[in-house]
T-cell receptor, first 109, second 118 residues
Framework: RKEVEQDPGPFNVPEGATVAFNCTYS??????FFWYRQDCRKEPKLLMS???SGNEDGRFTAQLNRASQYISLLIRDSKLSDSATYLC??????????FGAGTRLFVKA | NAGVTQTPKFQVLKTGQSMTLQCAQD?????MSWYRQDPGMGLRLIHY???????DQGEVPNGYNVSRSTTEDFPLRLLSAAPSQTSVYFC?????????????????FGAGSRLTVL
């Protein structure tokens, strides 16, 4: 079983929709969590860090539930430009950063 | 700033050939790592380094060697390429691994190296 698991999707949503991705992690020692965005044939780029108290950045909200060992990403008012693969990432506080397989999002006009 | 630079961008090898993927960063990052990305598998950690002279294995280290003689460079070596190593390879770096400080563990990636082994 992978340490970080995500629903691969794809998620197909219309512009303006709200979409949520979930991610679970198996290593309870994981300390830091992130969401990265990856466009087709490009490198991953940091979207946002995930804090225990939850955090928001514009239309994006990330939450962490340590008791259940899952992380979520909510995108409100989806834009065409949000179409990408979203990668859930966990770090054990040691030196390993582990990526989930990614969730593909397609936003349609 | 160049950030993380990977070379080559594309490479075709024959089975059994050797090659080195180069990775250099100019951000004075302590942590560097190599990932491979395959369809449906996401990014899988091959090897990583927390500083010059220190390397360790990730999830899928077999068939790959690394070294870290300087802070800036972290080359990935394939000693005898196999078709199973056909993939896109990403090098990444971050400022300070294993800490809770802001920016720690946030990875900056190179543009990727697409390798095909025939």
């Amino acid at each position: 079983r992978k340490e970080v698991e995500q629903d691969p999707g794809p998620f197909n949503v219309p512009e303006g929709a709200t979409v949520a991705f979930n991610c679970t992690y198996s290593n309870s020692a994981s300390q830091s969590f992130f969401w990265y965005r990856q466009d087709c044939r490009k490198e991953p780029k940091l979207l946002m860090s995930v804090y225990s108290s939850g955090n928001e950045d514009g239309r994006f909200t990330a939450q962490l539930n340590r008791a259940s060992q899952y992380i979520s990403l909510l995108i409100r008012d989806s834009k065409l430009s949000d179409s990408a693969t979203y990668l859930c990432v966990g770090n054990t506080g040691g030196f390993k950063t582990i990526f989930g397989a990614g969730t593909r999002l397609f936003v349609k006009a | 700033n160049a950030g993380v630079t990977q070379t080559p961008k594309f490479q075709v090898l024959k089975t059994g050939q050797s090659m080195t993927l180069q990775c250099a960063q100019d951000m004075n990052h302590e942590y560097m790592s190599w990932y491979r990305q395959d369809p449906g598998m996401g990014l899988r950690l091959i090897h990583y380094s927390v500083g010059a002279g220190i390397t360790d294995q990730g999830e899928v280290p077999n068939g790959y060697n690394v070294s870290r003689s300087t802070t800036e460079d972290f080359p990935l070596r394939l000693l005898s390429a196999a078709p199973s190593q056909t993939s896109v390879y990403f090098c990444a770096s971050s400022p300070r691994p294993g800490t809770g400080t802001s920016g720690a563990n946030v990875l900056t990636f190179g543009a990727g190296s697409r390798l095909t082994v025939l």
